[in-house]
């Protein structure tokens, strides 16, 4: 079971510059900009703006599914999902944020951190 602590600390430890915004897709995998992980139950989502997906316009809020693994390599990020690869982009940079699920999801507990 991933924890979104683990999924954030593995950011911390293995992104490169996490000062630079990264709004372009590198090796045409859609970036996450200003997320923020989700646990919903015994699982972990990432919430935050869509990058470079050919299906979705730019900077469009979402959310994943379940993360079902995480891994980096040359300074990047990913989480996978079940149907998807995504690269984390630049982590949400507030202290608190209200955070409004659609009615079918429950409220979820959420760690938000500083870079």
Known sequence: MLTVEDITGFFLENASNPSQTLKECSQNIPIIESWIGVEKGDSAVIKGQLFGHPQHPLGVEMMTSTIQRYFGG?????????????????????????VEMPDFQAQAKMTIWHC
């Open 74 to 98: 040359a300074g990047h990020v990913y989480v996978k999902t079940r149907n998807s690869l995504y690269e984390l982009g630049q982590p949400l940079n507030e202290l608190e944020l209200p």
